[in-house]
Protein backbone atom coordinates (compact mmCIF):
# COMPACT_ATOMS: atom_id res chain seq x y z
CA UNK A 1 0.00 0.00 0.00
CA UNK A 2 1.32 3.65 -0.99
CA UNK A 3 2.13 6.27 1.16
CA UNK A 4 -0.98 7.99 0.85
CA UNK A 5 -1.02 10.14 4.18
CA UNK A 6 -2.87 13.13 4.66
CA UNK A 7 -3.35 16.10 6.67
CA UNK A 8 -5.30 16.80 9.61
CA UNK A 9 -3.76 19.99 10.79
CA UNK A 10 0.13 19.04 11.56
CA UNK A 11 -0.92 15.65 11.99
CA UNK A 12 -0.42 13.11 8.84
CA UNK A 13 -2.51 10.37 9.32
CA UNK A 14 -3.89 7.10 7.27
CA UNK A 15 -6.63 7.88 5.44
CA UNK A 16 -8.96 5.36 7.69
CA UNK A 17 -9.45 6.05 10.70
CA UNK A 18 -10.35 2.76 12.90
CA UNK A 19 -12.92 3.08 15.13
CA UNK A 20 -11.83 1.62 19.03
CA UNK A 21 -16.10 2.00 20.12
CA UNK A 22 -15.81 -2.22 19.72
CA UNK A 23 -12.89 -2.53 22.65
CA UNK A 24 -14.50 -3.76 25.45
CA UNK A 25 -17.45 -4.20 23.41
CA UNK A 26 -17.59 -6.77 20.89
CA UNK A 27 -13.82 -7.54 20.86
CA UNK A 28 -12.20 -7.96 24.50
CA UNK A 29 -8.67 -6.93 24.89
CA UNK A 30 -7.13 -10.16 23.16
CA UNK A 31 -8.99 -9.63 20.10
CA UNK A 32 -8.73 -6.11 20.20
CA UNK A 33 -4.91 -5.96 20.21
CA UNK A 34 -4.49 -8.49 17.43
CA UNK A 35 -7.41 -6.34 15.04
CA UNK A 36 -4.49 -3.10 16.12
CA UNK A 37 -1.62 -5.25 15.18
CA UNK A 38 -2.58 -5.81 12.05
CA UNK A 39 -4.31 -2.57 11.22
CA UNK A 40 -1.15 -1.02 11.91
CA UNK A 41 1.15 -3.70 10.13
CA UNK A 42 -1.39 -2.72 6.96
CA UNK A 43 0.11 0.98 7.17
CA UNK A 44 -2.91 2.47 9.57
CA UNK A 45 -1.83 5.06 12.19
CA UNK A 46 -4.71 6.71 12.98
CA UNK A 47 -6.86 5.00 16.01
CA UNK A 48 -10.46 7.14 17.36
CA UNK A 49 -11.54 6.14 20.71
CA UNK A 50 -13.48 8.84 23.21
CA UNK A 51 -13.42 9.01 27.02
CA UNK A 52 -17.07 7.27 27.40
CA UNK A 53 -16.53 4.04 25.46
CA UNK A 54 -17.79 1.56 25.76
CA UNK A 55 -20.47 2.40 28.88
CA UNK A 56 -23.52 1.19 27.20
CA UNK A 57 -22.30 -2.65 27.71
CA UNK A 58 -23.79 -3.98 31.13
CA UNK A 59 -21.49 -3.80 33.73
CA UNK A 60 -18.81 -1.14 31.62
CA UNK A 61 -18.44 2.53 33.22
CA UNK A 62 -17.03 4.30 30.49
CA UNK A 63 -13.36 4.50 29.67
CA UNK A 64 -13.21 0.61 28.46
CA UNK A 65 -11.66 1.23 24.92
CA UNK A 66 -9.01 3.92 26.21
CA UNK A 67 -7.79 1.55 28.96
CA UNK A 68 -7.59 -1.30 26.15
CA UNK A 69 -5.79 1.11 24.25
CA UNK A 70 -3.39 1.91 26.86
CA UNK A 71 -2.12 -1.12 27.69
CA UNK A 72 -1.38 -1.99 24.04
CA UNK A 73 0.64 0.88 23.65
CA UNK A 74 2.52 -0.05 26.70
CA UNK A 75 3.15 -3.77 25.65
CA UNK A 76 3.83 -2.51 22.07
CA UNK A 77 5.79 0.96 22.45
CA UNK A 78 4.62 2.16 19.42
CA UNK A 79 2.83 5.40 21.14
CA UNK A 80 4.72 7.63 18.86
CA UNK A 81 4.07 5.62 16.00
CA UNK A 82 -0.15 6.17 16.20
CA UNK A 83 -2.30 9.48 15.47
CA UNK A 84 -4.71 9.29 18.63
CA UNK A 85 -7.87 10.91 19.07
CA UNK A 86 -9.95 10.78 21.64
CA UNK A 87 -13.26 12.73 22.76
CA UNK A 88 -14.34 14.54 25.84
CA UNK A 89 -17.78 15.58 26.65
CA UNK A 90 -19.66 12.57 25.98
CA UNK A 91 -21.32 10.43 28.79
CA UNK A 92 -23.69 7.72 29.30
CA UNK A 93 -26.83 8.37 30.57
CA UNK A 94 -25.60 11.96 30.97
CA UNK A 95 -23.42 13.98 28.60
CA UNK A 96 -20.30 15.19 31.53
CA UNK A 97 -20.59 18.77 29.65
CA UNK A 98 -17.67 21.36 28.46
CA UNK A 99 -17.07 23.70 31.15
CA UNK A 100 -13.35 24.42 31.86
CA UNK A 101 -13.35 21.95 35.24
CA UNK A 102 -15.17 19.12 32.98
CA UNK A 103 -12.61 19.38 29.89
CA UNK A 104 -9.61 19.67 31.99
CA UNK A 105 -10.82 16.51 34.53
CA UNK A 106 -11.39 14.53 31.20
CA UNK A 107 -8.33 15.33 30.03
CA UNK A 108 -6.40 14.14 33.07
CA UNK A 109 -8.66 10.95 33.16
CA UNK A 110 -7.63 10.21 29.67
CA UNK A 111 -3.97 10.61 29.70
CA UNK A 112 -4.53 8.00 32.74
CA UNK A 113 -6.14 5.33 30.82
CA UNK A 114 -3.99 6.07 27.78
CA UNK A 115 -1.06 5.79 29.82
CA UNK A 116 0.58 8.66 27.56
CA UNK A 117 1.32 12.31 28.38
CA UNK A 118 -0.64 13.95 25.15
CA UNK A 119 -3.27 13.27 22.85
CA UNK A 120 -3.09 14.29 19.90
CA UNK A 121 -6.51 15.29 18.31
CA UNK A 122 -8.83 15.88 21.05
CA UNK A 123 -12.99 16.58 20.10
CA UNK A 124 -15.63 18.19 22.02
CA UNK A 125 -17.73 14.94 21.73
CA UNK A 126 -21.01 16.66 21.86
CA UNK A 127 -21.80 20.53 21.94
CA UNK A 128 -22.44 22.08 25.46
CA UNK A 129 -24.94 25.41 24.30
CA UNK A 130 -24.60 26.18 27.98
CA UNK A 131 -21.04 26.60 28.07
CA UNK A 132 -19.64 30.18 26.24
CA UNK A 133 -17.65 29.15 23.38
CA UNK A 134 -14.77 31.42 24.83
CA UNK A 135 -14.50 29.02 27.55
CA UNK A 136 -14.45 25.74 25.43
CA UNK A 137 -11.94 26.84 23.15
CA UNK A 138 -10.29 29.05 25.87
CA UNK A 139 -10.21 25.88 27.80
CA UNK A 140 -8.85 23.56 24.78
CA UNK A 141 -6.07 26.59 23.86
CA UNK A 142 -4.64 25.77 27.51
CA UNK A 143 -4.44 22.18 26.45
CA UNK A 144 -2.39 23.41 23.67
CA UNK A 145 -0.16 25.15 25.04
CA UNK A 146 0.45 22.88 28.02
CA UNK A 147 1.30 20.39 25.07
CA UNK A 148 -1.18 17.53 26.17
CA UNK A 149 -3.07 18.06 22.95
CA UNK A 150 -1.29 18.55 19.62
CA UNK A 151 -4.77 19.54 17.78
CA UNK A 152 -8.28 19.91 18.49
CA UNK A 153 -11.34 18.84 17.01
CA UNK A 154 -15.53 19.25 17.36
CA UNK A 155 -18.23 16.42 16.52
CA UNK A 156 -21.60 16.31 17.37
CA UNK A 157 -22.52 20.27 16.80
CA UNK A 158 -24.45 22.95 14.42
CA UNK A 159 -23.28 24.83 11.96
CA UNK A 160 -23.94 27.60 13.51
CA UNK A 161 -22.12 26.81 16.64
CA UNK A 162 -19.26 25.52 14.85
CA UNK A 163 -18.86 28.97 13.04
CA UNK A 164 -18.86 30.68 16.74
CA UNK A 165 -15.95 28.26 17.72
CA UNK A 166 -14.02 29.08 14.43
CA UNK A 167 -15.01 32.46 14.62
CA UNK A 168 -13.92 33.11 18.88
CA UNK A 169 -10.55 31.44 17.75
CA UNK A 170 -9.62 33.35 15.06
CA UNK A 171 -10.50 36.31 16.69
CA UNK A 172 -8.58 35.82 19.83
CA UNK A 173 -5.41 33.69 17.79
CA UNK A 174 -5.96 30.95 19.92
CA UNK A 175 -6.22 27.31 19.24
CA UNK A 176 -9.06 26.18 16.97
CA UNK A 177 -10.63 22.97 15.65
CA UNK A 178 -8.73 21.57 12.40
CA UNK A 179 -11.76 18.79 12.14
CA UNK A 180 -14.72 17.79 12.02
CA UNK A 181 -16.58 14.29 12.55
CA UNK A 182 -19.83 14.13 11.49
CA UNK A 183 -22.50 11.07 11.41
CA UNK A 184 -22.22 10.30 7.25
CA UNK A 185 -22.82 7.66 5.17
CA UNK A 186 -24.83 6.94 1.85
CA UNK A 187 -27.84 6.45 4.11
CA UNK A 188 -27.23 9.15 5.80
CA UNK A 189 -26.58 12.25 4.25
CA UNK A 190 -28.48 14.94 5.30
CA UNK A 191 -26.91 14.93 9.23
CA UNK A 192 -23.84 16.83 7.30
CA UNK A 193 -24.63 17.93 3.55
CA UNK A 194 -25.76 21.20 3.59
CA UNK A 195 -24.90 24.28 6.07
CA UNK A 196 -22.43 21.53 8.37
CA UNK A 197 -20.99 20.39 4.95
CA UNK A 198 -20.18 24.46 4.11
CA UNK A 199 -18.90 25.48 7.25
CA UNK A 200 -16.32 22.86 7.21
CA UNK A 201 -15.67 23.95 3.63
CA UNK A 202 -14.90 27.36 4.36
CA UNK A 203 -12.69 26.75 7.11
CA UNK A 204 -11.14 23.75 5.59
CA UNK A 205 -11.65 21.24 8.49
CA UNK A 206 -10.60 17.91 7.25
CA UNK A 207 -13.95 16.28 7.88
CA UNK A 208 -14.06 12.37 9.22
CA UNK A 209 -17.67 10.82 9.35
CA UNK A 210 -18.44 8.32 12.14
CA UNK A 211 -21.02 5.62 11.23
CA UNK A 212 -19.05 5.42 8.16
CA UNK A 213 -20.91 2.15 7.39
CA UNK A 214 -24.39 2.88 8.79
CA UNK A 215 -23.58 0.16 11.70
CA UNK A 216 -22.44 -2.20 9.35
CA UNK A 217 -25.43 -1.86 6.95
CA UNK A 218 -23.36 -0.78 4.26
CA UNK A 219 -21.30 -4.32 4.74
CA UNK A 220 -24.24 -5.69 2.41
CA UNK A 221 -24.23 -8.78 4.82
CA UNK A 222 -27.79 -7.68 6.30
CA UNK A 223 -30.31 -8.51 3.21
CA UNK A 224 -33.90 -9.20 3.53
CA UNK A 225 -35.07 -12.77 5.05
CA UNK A 226 -31.61 -12.76 6.02
CA UNK A 227 -30.78 -12.92 10.25
CA UNK A 228 -27.36 -11.34 11.44
CA UNK A 229 -26.08 -12.40 14.68
CA UNK A 230 -24.50 -9.09 16.04
CA UNK A 231 -25.00 -6.49 18.63
CA UNK A 232 -25.43 -3.91 15.71
CA UNK A 233 -28.30 -5.74 14.30
CA UNK A 234 -31.28 -3.56 15.23
CA UNK A 235 -29.58 -0.44 14.20
CA UNK A 236 -28.27 -2.00 11.04
CA UNK A 237 -31.42 -3.70 9.70
CA UNK A 238 -33.46 -0.50 10.22
CA UNK A 239 -32.38 1.04 6.99
CA UNK A 240 -33.59 -2.35 5.24
CA UNK A 241 -36.89 -0.95 5.59
CA UNK A 242 -36.31 2.35 3.48
CA UNK A 243 -36.33 3.01 0.01
CA UNK A 244 -33.44 4.51 0.39
CA UNK A 245 -31.34 1.91 1.70
CA UNK A 246 -32.52 -0.90 -1.01
CA UNK A 247 -31.27 1.49 -3.34
CA UNK A 248 -28.12 1.98 -2.39
CA UNK A 249 -27.13 -2.06 -1.30
CA UNK A 250 -28.25 -2.32 -5.23
CA UNK A 251 -25.67 -0.06 -6.29
CA UNK A 252 -23.23 -1.32 -4.32
CA UNK A 253 -23.39 -4.27 -5.34
CA UNK A 254 -23.07 -2.73 -9.10
CA UNK A 255 -20.39 -1.25 -8.16
CA UNK A 256 -18.62 -4.05 -6.19
CA UNK A 257 -18.92 -6.24 -8.64
CA UNK A 258 -17.10 -4.21 -10.92
CA UNK A 259 -13.94 -3.93 -8.85
CA UNK A 260 -14.42 -7.61 -7.34
CA UNK A 261 -14.47 -5.39 -3.81
CA UNK A 262 -16.55 -6.07 -1.38
CA UNK A 263 -19.78 -3.88 -0.01
CA UNK A 264 -17.91 -1.88 2.64
CA UNK A 265 -15.17 -1.00 0.57
CA UNK A 266 -17.59 0.92 -2.36
CA UNK A 267 -19.15 2.45 0.27
CA UNK A 268 -16.02 4.34 2.30
CA UNK A 269 -14.29 4.90 -1.42
CA UNK A 270 -17.40 6.83 -1.75
CA UNK A 271 -17.04 8.71 1.17
CA UNK A 272 -13.13 9.44 0.50
CA UNK A 273 -14.26 11.42 -2.75
CA UNK A 274 -16.50 13.82 -1.17
CA UNK A 275 -14.94 17.29 -0.33
CA UNK A 276 -13.37 17.84 2.67
CA UNK A 277 -13.58 14.02 3.99
CA UNK A 278 -10.20 12.83 4.94
CA UNK A 279 -10.38 9.50 6.57
CA UNK A 280 -13.84 7.95 7.49
CA UNK A 281 -14.00 6.09 10.85
CA UNK A 282 -14.65 2.33 10.89
CA UNK A 283 -14.32 -0.34 13.36
CA UNK A 284 -13.43 -4.27 13.04
CA UNK A 285 -14.11 -7.00 15.71
CA UNK A 286 -11.82 -9.21 14.07
CA UNK A 287 -8.93 -9.79 12.06
CA UNK A 288 -11.16 -10.83 8.82
CA UNK A 289 -13.17 -7.91 8.82
CA UNK A 290 -9.91 -5.29 7.94
CA UNK A 291 -8.64 -6.37 4.53
CA UNK A 292 -12.31 -5.13 3.25
CA UNK A 293 -11.88 -1.35 5.48
CA UNK A 294 -8.50 -1.60 4.06
CA UNK A 295 -9.08 -1.35 0.31
CA UNK A 296 -11.16 1.68 0.63
CA UNK A 297 -7.98 3.54 0.88
CA UNK A 298 -6.84 1.87 -2.84
CA UNK A 299 -10.34 2.36 -4.59
CA UNK A 300 -10.84 5.16 -6.95
CA UNK A 301 -14.48 4.59 -8.57
CA UNK A 302 -14.94 6.45 -12.05
CA UNK A 303 -17.27 9.42 -11.94
CA UNK A 304 -20.40 7.59 -13.50
CA UNK A 305 -20.11 5.09 -10.05
CA UNK A 306 -20.23 8.06 -8.36
CA UNK A 307 -23.19 9.64 -9.83
CA UNK A 308 -24.89 6.13 -9.26
CA UNK A 309 -24.33 5.71 -5.61
CA UNK A 310 -24.78 9.17 -5.11
CA UNK A 311 -28.34 9.19 -7.05
CA UNK A 312 -29.25 5.97 -5.54
CA UNK A 313 -28.69 7.49 -1.86
CA UNK A 314 -30.49 10.59 -2.61
Not at 180 to 199: I, K, M
Request: aromatic share 8%.
Amino acid sequence: MADNKKKIGDLSVFPLSFGGNVFGWTANEAESFKVLDAFVEAGGNFIDTADVYSAWVPGNQGGESETILGNWFASRGNRSDIVLATKVGGGVPEPRGLTSSAIKSGVEESLQRLRTDYIDLYYTHYDDPSVPVEEIITTLDELVREGKVREIAASNVSAERLEALLTFSAQENLARYVALQPHYNLVSRDTFEGELADVAARHGLATLPYYALASGFLTGKYRPGVAVDSPRSTGAAKYLETERGQKVLAALDDVAANHGAQPATVALAWLLAQPTVVAPIASASRVDQLPALLASVDLKLTQPELDLLTSASA
